[in-house]
């Protein structure tokens, strides 16, 4: 029997597309993201990363419902904690840079490759047997949400958000800000990093004391800022684009949910059941029920909501 071929990698056929792209239609940027900005808007991973953090090892391992009061714990020990507030701070950040640079159409490049390798790794496929939210199809599923409903919203609106492309896209970790260094001093580009940006404040230094893109950047005369920074540098109000974003993400949530469960009343559906046919892709990630925790996810990062039982809990103080 032969066995059939592995998938292709995303960041290999990226690859290959971009050799392919015409040149005629390519735009020049008006700023570079680096690519831990553009991955805070498509997954939720470090997130959820860090909440795993705060939860027993044993909820997620058991093949059992975790119980409420389980999660009211495990939710209120990564809300209280400095570091999940920083990187939910982070992430809102990125999210409502996003939503501006659309409304603006402003014309933004990335380091294509090194997105897509990555984003493939912090929300893989799910496994058999789960150990943390990022194996067991929750960030699996949020991110399929992003890239088939927010993202396509955002471009409709005006987002250009588009690969690089006199780069070597094959370049990884320090190769990579060199590159994104290179082509901001040459067209004299602002960059949009996180990079020296954690829980203790913003740094020009890594945590081995070597210069971060920020701290090389600075050197060489390039203008870097935080996400949150160029919201500043826009003059834009975070919280009143945070509730425009949510309000303008719930229509293609509800188009996305309905086009995946459409499907569900027809004879199709019952064949798709029989394991041989089983969309494994939908079935196994619970993608439908994360539709549905899309927005709400959105409010509490965006907005802090939360419920009853976080609600008189303020979060930690982070820079």
């Known amino acids: 029997m032969t066995k059939a071929p592995a998938p292709q990698k995303g960041g290999d056929l990226f690859l290959e597309l971009i050799e392919k792209s015409d040149r005629a239609l390519h735009r020049k940027a008006e700023v570079l993201v680096d690519t831990n900005v553009v991955l805070e808007f498509m997954s939720f991973g470090d997130l959820l990363r860090e909440g795993d953090k705060h939860r027993d090892i044993r909820e997620v391992m058991s093949f059992r419902d975790t119980s409420e009061e389980e999660l009211r714990r495990s939710a209120k020990a990564a809300w209280l904690s400095p570091e999940h507030r920083h990187r939910q701070l982070r992430a809102r950040a990125s999210i409502t840079l996003m939503w501006v640079l659309a409304e603006r159409r402003c014309v933004a490049a990335m380091l294509g490759k090194e997105v897509i390798d990555i984003l493939e790794k912090i929300s893989p496929v799910p496994r058999v047997l789960p150990t943390s939210l990022l194996a067991d199809g929750t960030s699996y599923a949020l991110t399929t949400a992003v890239v088939q409903a927010i993202h396509p919203m955002l471009i409709s609106r005006g987002l250009h958000l588009g690969a690089l492309t006199d780069v070597n896209h094959r370049a990884r970790g320090n190769k990579a800000d060199a590159e994104l260094l290179r082509l901001a001093q040459r067209d004299s580009l602002p960059i949009i990093s996180n990079e020296g940006y954690t829980v203790r404040g913003v740094s ?30 826009l003059g834009v109000d975070p919280a009143r684009e945070a509730k425009r974003f949510i309000h303008a993400c719930e229509r293609p949530m509800i188009e996305e949910y309905l086009r995946v469960t459409a499907h569900r009343s027809s004879v199709m559906w019952v064949i798709s059941k029989i394991d041989h046919f089983l969309d494994r892709t939908i079935e196994s990630t619970g993608y439908a029920a994360a539709l549905e925790d899309v927005v709400p996810f959105y409010g509490l990062i965006l907005l802090d909501e939360r419920d009853e039982a976080l609600e008189k809990l303020d979060p930690p103080a982070v820079r």
């Open 204 to 233: 020009d230094f890594k945590t081995d004391g070597s210069k971060s893109l920020r701290g090389l950047a600075r050197d060489r005369g390039v203008k870097v800022y935080t996400p949150s920074e160029y919201l500043s540098k």
